[in-house]
């Protein structure tokens, strides 16, 4: 009896990170996440305590860094294609290369406000009128040796949150990431439920990942991403005691090269949040995101810069 509970509750975990795509690449040993269906939830409930809610929307956390940061220096400095955007694009199969669209320059940032208090601040979607939406990878269990070439042709901006025990097998993969421009964020030690966890066992997985992760790339994360979209009040509290200024889910998320939409019409609206992750998949899902952003009229734009 204990088993078959036990495999149930395995397989619905496999069946909503398959749709939810907090599972990463399948190596992951987790026991039931979350999480999160391609709809997911917007306006909040704070607490997602039901592995089976869909919370799923999200949101990739940003990095430090003031506007620009992160940004190759020839990016950051001007007009034009800066020559590592055109060396990165020529370093590309030509089919790839011919499915990186050009972007209009990001809009200066309007930050959001944040409510203070105790508590983190929680978005599914950044609450902008700006032409912008925001793209976030999450985990970091499958290392594609391209995402480093597609960042740098691609020349926008994203926010890793990354999980410890996905990146520690090697974890300097994502350190030439974040020198073309991305941020590192915060996504747990092991990925655990946090609705499952009391405040000590929510903050020692928070603040040990932004810990960790200030040690491995140099910057403390302040922005939280919870696994499979389950968060609680606890967590925003355990968030904010842990240095996180705010918590993201989602407002879309990507797999097998797709984008799941929620509800009709699918487009992707100013300040929405795309979620994909580190997956067999990647070039597929990056481009697929790429492509949905452009083909909305919409430039992507670093979520930590609307972040005061
Ligand atoms: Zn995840």
Redesign the pocket.
């Known amino acids: 009896m204990r088993s078959s509970r036990l495999f149930r509750s395995v397989a619905a975990a496999a069946l909503l990170a398959l749709v939810a795509g ?1 599972g ?1 690449s399948g190596s992951r040993p987790t026991g039931a996440a979350a999480a999160a269906a391609p709809g997911a939830t917007k306006s909040g409930s704070a607490t997602a305590p039901d592995p089976s809610a869909a919370a799923a929307s999200a949101g990739p956390n940003a990095p430090e860094g003031g506007p620009g940061a992160g940004l190759p220096e020839s990016a950051a400095a001007g007009t034009g294609v800066p020559e590592s955007v055109s060396a990165a694009l020529a370093a590309l199969p030509p089919d790839l290369r011919a499915r990186i669209p050009r972007f209009p320059p990001a809009p200066a940032a309007t930050r959001v406000a944040l409510p203070g208090g105790d508590k983190a601040a929680f978005f599914s979607h950044i609450p902008t009128t700006q032409k912008v939406a925001f793209i976030t990878i ?2 970091g269990w499958a290392k594609n040796p391209l995402a480093l070439r597609l960042f740098q042709a691609a020349n926008v901006p994203v926010t890793l ?1 990354l ?1 410890v025990d996905a990146i520690k097998d090697d974890p300097g993969y994502f350190t030439p990431l974040k020198a073309a421009g991305a941020t590192i964020e915060n ?1 747990t030690i092991t ?1 655990a439920t946090m609705t499952r966890l009391s405040y000590p066992g929510q903050k020692r997985e928070i603040c040990g990942g932004a810990d960790r992760l200030a040690q491995l790339y140099g910057d403390r994360p302040t922005l939280f ?1 919870p ?2 979209g389950a968060y609680n009040g606890t967590t925003l509290r355990a968030a904010h005691d842990c240095g996180m200024k705010a918590v993201f889910n989602w407002t879309q998320t990507t797999d097998h090269g797709k984008i799941f939409y929620q509800g009709t019409p699918k487009v992707v609206k100013p300040g929405d949040i795309i979620l994909m ?1 580190f997956r067999p998949r990647f070039v597929d899902d990056f481009l697929a995101v790429l492509e949905a952003i452009h083909k909305n009229g919409l430039t992507p734009a670093r979520l930590e810069d609307y972040i005061p």
């Open positions: 907090c990463s999450d985990d949150f999980e996504h990925h991403r696994p499979g992750h």
